[in-house]
Structures are given as C-alpha cells and as structure tokens.
C-alpha cells in the first residue's frame, strides 16, 4: 500500500522503513517491529528541532551518538546507518510532530528527510525466497493531518531522487 493513505489506521507506508502517521493514530506494528530480537525505540519532536544544532542535539542525546558526531547531515547520516554502539537488532525512530522540524529552513528540511530515507534504505534488506523487503531501521514520522499528504509527497519525490 506504497504511498496510500490506510484509513483505518491513517497511515501511508512510502517504504518498509518509512511511515507517515496522523498524530492520535498508530502505526500497525507488525510492520514496524520484528517478530523477534531486540529492539532501540527513540522518540523525538520535531517541535525540538527548530534549526539544525537542535536537530543534532536531539538525534545525538536520544541515540547516544559517538563523541565523533561531526554535526552535519553527512555526520548524522553515517551515524544512523551505524548504530552499532546501541546494541540492538532493530531500531525505531518516532518522530513527533515531524512537520515542525527545521521550520525556517527549507534546504535543512530535505537534508533531515533525505538523511532519514537514505538510512532506513541502507538498513533494509529482502528476504529470500519470500522477496519480502525488512528493515533493522523503521522511521515513524507523526505529523497533523492536514501536513499528511505534504509531507508524503516530500518523501515519495526524496524516493523518486535517490530510488
């Protein structure tokens, strides 16, 4: 159901690694959490990330990023797709309010969404036979319901860039 919103739960899937969900819903988690292993959830608000130090700052605290944190998307990106320090098999990244992030800055903003879907690509994987695609890495971003479809076109034109 790529890039369709699911009326029941008020979820568009844009990828196996990537949810846009109304805020007050949830997103189904047989999709977003294994079946087995362990599991690193973080919880972030895009209200928080006003500008790009406090995008960092909160991404840093929150995944316990190295001291080596360069503090610059390349820096975030190579952090998201490491993780290793964490100790988990499957990590989950909820965004709140997503739509608030980087309000100012329209460059920070696909940077911050293009860092998220390039990490969460780097993390999945297809399961053979099945052809199933899985993810290690889940991005969950909730955002109000008018700012839905804003920002699923974002990431489906972030998809349609990097494939």
């Not at 490491?82 to 940077?111: F, G, K």
């Not at 991005?139 to 479809?149: D, I, M, N, Q, R």
Request: glycine share 8%; aromatic share 10%; proline share 4%.
């Amino acid at each position: 159901m790529d890039g369709l919103m699911d009326e029941q739960t008020r979820t568009i899937h844009i990828a196996p690694w990537m949810h846009v969900v109304t805020t007050g819903a949830s997103a189904p988690l047989d999709e977003i959490l294994p079946a087995s292993g362990s599991v690193y959830v973080a919880r972030l608000n895009g209200e928080d990330m006003p500008d790009e130090v406090s995008t960092f700052q909160q991404f840093g605290e929150l995944l316990k990023f190295p001291d080596y944190f360069g503090w610059n998307w390349n820096a975030l990106y190579d952090c998201l797709r490491d993780l290793q320090w964490l100790s988990s098999d499957h990590h989950v990244l909820i965004i709140e309010s997503a739509e608030s992030a980087l309000p100012e800055d329209e460059d920070a903003r696909d940077e911050f969404f293009r860092s998220l879907w390039r990490a969460g690509h780097r993390w999945s994987y297809v399961k053979r036979p099945e052809g199933v695609t899985l993810s290690r890495l889940s991005v969950v971003l909730s955002c109000a319901k008018g700012a839905v479809s804003g920002l699923a076109r974002r990431l489906q034109g972030i998809q349609e860039r990097l494939g």
